[in-house]
């Protein structure tokens, strides 16, 4: 299987991975693009219900694409030599995911479907779905 490599540009050494209240720290060029969307929306990001949403937008986002971060063929390592024979498909049908359009950024929604032929080996199935997370948690055509 061929898995793309964590890009370079997630690498940010110089922000610590918590800050002081134990959130996700936001670098300021971040916050200030959230703030510039909400002032080209038509709204003001000084108002009271606004101040901490850049914040809580960018740490959102960073949840959103986690999959960035981590390789879906972790979750493949782990096999099965004990098959018994098993020559059929192994199949996880309708297993729930959330990503985002890479072209607008928009909310996708729906179901997936995971079928393998097992060879000499077997992954336990619920592997299969880590394996749709990992990858919906990036930005999708």
């Given at each position: ?22 959130k996700l720290p936001v670098p300021a060029d971040v916050t200030r693009a959230i703030?510039t969307l909400i002032r080209w929306v038509g709204d003001d990001p000084a108002r ?94």
């Amino acid at each position: 299987m061929n898995f793309v490599a964590r890009p370079p540009f997630l690498d940010t050494p110089d922000v610590p991975p918590v800050s002081d209240d134990g959130k996700l720290p936001v670098p300021a060029d971040v916050t200030r693009a959230i703030e510039t969307l909400i002032r080209w929306v038509g709204d003001d990001p000084a108002r009271e219900g606004l101040l901490d949403t850049p914040k809580r937008v960018a740490r959102a986002w960073k949840e959103y694409c986690s999959g960035y971060g981590e390789d879906p063929a972790v979750h493949l390592s782990r096999t099965f030599e004990e098959v018994g024979g098993y020559d059929e498909i192994v199949l996880l049908r309708d297993i729930p995911f959330q990503s985002h359009c890479e072209h607008h950024m928009a909310p996708i929604t729906g179901k997936a479907s995971i079928a393998y032929l097992p060879r000499e080996r077997v992954v336990g199935i619920s592997k299969l779905a880590r394996v749709l997370n990992g990858y919906a948690r990036r930005l999708q055509v």
